[in-house]
């Protein structure tokens, strides 16, 4: 069993920055993969980032050039830096862990953008 927690979320005006963590419970090495999903009011939960264990990333559109996920293995935690805000960005954001074919999420960290 995995856990993954959260935190580094809150709120910002446009424009600005936040860095997300997620601290998890097992080694971050022995993972298959890691990601951000986010879920807006009423939206689907989408895929915005994600590392691979050869530590291949990938992002979705939208936030390509703003966002950069990244990894300290010796801290166990995922990051998740966050730049040139939108309004659109706005939605809980949730830790995904692939451990062979288990997923594991975390309980999620909202991140309001707004002026």
């Known amino acids: 069993q995995v856990q993954l927690v959260e935190s580094g979320g809150g709120l910002v005006q446009p424009g600005g920055s936040l860095r997300l963590s997620c601290k998890t419970s097992?080694?971050?090495?022995?993972?298959?993969?890691m990601g951000w999903y986010r879920q807006a009011p009423g939206e689907q939960r989408e895929l915005v980032a994600r590392?691979?264990?050869?530590?291949?990333?990938n992002y979705t559109d939208s936030v390509k050039g703003r966002f950069t996920i990244s990894r300290n293995n010796a801290k166990n935690t995922a990051y998740l830096q966050m730049d040139s805000l939108k309004p659109e960005d706005t939605a809980v954001y949730f830790c995904?862990?692939?451990?062979?074919?288990?997923?594991?999420w975390g309980q999620g960290t909202q991140v309001t953008v707004s002026s």
């Open positions: 995904h862990a692939l451990v062979l074919t288990r997923t594991y």
């Open positions: 590392m691979t264990r050869s530590g291949r990333t």
């Open positions: 097992g080694s971050i090495i022995s993972m298959n993969a």
